[in-house]
């Protein structure tokens, strides 16, 4: 397999998906692109993993996961996505398909009946969580509001995935998450220390109101 | 669904139930979709396939082309072997049908290719 590094790999098409299909899922924005942005940034230490199962949480259209899976086309592995959301695993099967792409989605709450077959597996991990805050009574739908609903700082749903980070990764897997300011990443990353992680901020950017960064996290090595 | 996605999922997350797997599958539509043969994906794969669950979900989608009872070791050069272990994992495609739970008999509908394994509130 070739490095890639100097290329620059195409965003996914997304032209089939209409103003209408966005009244239901998430539309991609700033936060999904500055996860484009991170991955193609970090894609030869992606590469270098050859990783053989890759899983997004969350993954609304698509579009994180058909990138990746582009960024690693030469390399064959296991794209898998979740969303709680069931339109939006159907538009993100579209996505892969219209990017000649093969995704496995599943329609589930966040890993469920996925982290018992996946322990310690995944090799790249993506989340792009509802992170907004927001008052807690919006967390928990399954339609459009799961989007972006994270309740009190923003960490309803990060938090509660966070437990579960540990349990999935492979012993030298990736998992990369949006965050906000707001979602406090310097208490995150004293979390996922004591995990046995190590955080590293890959790409901040500022969108309007929102102070956007792309956190990485991997096993501390011995 | 393809077959190696299944191999993945558990019903463990209804209450009550304690291993809930492998899902038994109650194919609606199944398609034979072309993927191209690469053995390398293949052999990475194996060690993480749960062989049983397997050769039961191609029974039950119909695939009669014997996959062997065990696959050991010095069976991975055996690309005949290897392409029938690739029909299995990646060309078979539940595109409607149910998944059910071993334990407690509930139902999980696969749709347009999808499964949907979300459970009502009263059940976890
Ligand atoms: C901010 S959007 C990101 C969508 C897409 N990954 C992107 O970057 O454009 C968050 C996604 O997480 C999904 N989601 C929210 N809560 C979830 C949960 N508990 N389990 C699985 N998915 C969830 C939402 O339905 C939504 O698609």
């Known amino acids: 397999m070739s490095l890639t590094s100097l290329s620059h790999f195409p965003t996914p098409k997304i032209s089939h998906l209409s103003t209408d299909d966005f009244k239901f899922i998430y ?13 193609e940034k970090d894609c030869v230490r992606i590469e270098k993993l050859r990783p053989c199962i890759c899983l997004e949480v969350g ?19 296991l794209y898998l996505c979740t969303d709680i959301n069931h339109k939006a695993t159907e538009i993100a099967q579209q996505t892969g398909r219209e990017n000649g792409i093969n995704i496995q989605p599943v329609t589930t709450d966040l890993v469920e009946s996925l982290d018992v077959r996946l322990k310690g597996q995944v090799d790249i991990l993506l ?40 349990d999935l990764l492979s012993e030298e897997g990736l998992f990369y998450m949006v965050v906000i300011k707001e979602n406090i990443p310097e208490e995150i ?31 501390t090595q011995a | 669904m393809k077959l190696l996605t299944h191999n993945f999922l558990t019903s463990n997350i209804i209450k009550g139930v304690k291993n809930g797997y492998p899902l038994s599958i109650l194919p ?38 014997g996959l062997p009872d065990t696959v050991g070791e010095e069976q991975l050069g055996d690309t005949d072997l290897l392409k029938r272990v690739h029909k299995a994992l990646l060309e078979i495609e539940v595109v409607e049908g ?24 009263d059940e976890v």
Do not use: H
Request: charged residues 25%; glycine residues 8%; negative net charge.
């Open chain 1, 127 to 166: 989340f792009n969580p509802p992170y907004v805050v927001t008052p807690e009574s919006e967390v928990g739908s399954k339609g459009i509001e799961a989007a972006w609903a994270g309740g009190e700082r923003g960490r309803q749903v990060i938090d509660r995935f966070l437990t579960k980070v540990s």
């Open chain 1, 27 to 39: 539309e991609p924005a700033e936060d999904s692109f500055l996860l484009l942005d991170a991955l």
């Open chain 2, 28 to 65: 609606g539509k199944v398609e034979m979709k072309e993927v191209d043969f690469n053995p390398e994906f293949i052999t990475r794969m194996l060690p993480k396939i749960e062989w049983s669950a397997l050769q039961k979900a191609a029974k039950e989608c119909g695939f009669e082309e």
């Open chain 2, 98 to 121: 149910k998944l059910v739970c071993p334990e407690s008999g509930r139902e999980f509908p696969i749709n347009n290719g999808i499964p949907n394994m979300l459970l009502n509130e």
């Open chain 1, 59 to 77: 993954c609304g259209s698509g579009i994180c996961i058909t990138f990746l899976a582009t960024i690693l086309k030469s390399w064959p592995s």
């Open chain 1, 189 to 219: 990353e004293q979390m996922m220390k004591k995990e046995g992680f190590d955080m590293e901020t890959v790409l901040t950017r500022r969108s309007g109101p929102e102070l956007l960064s792309i956190l990485r996290f991997q096993r």
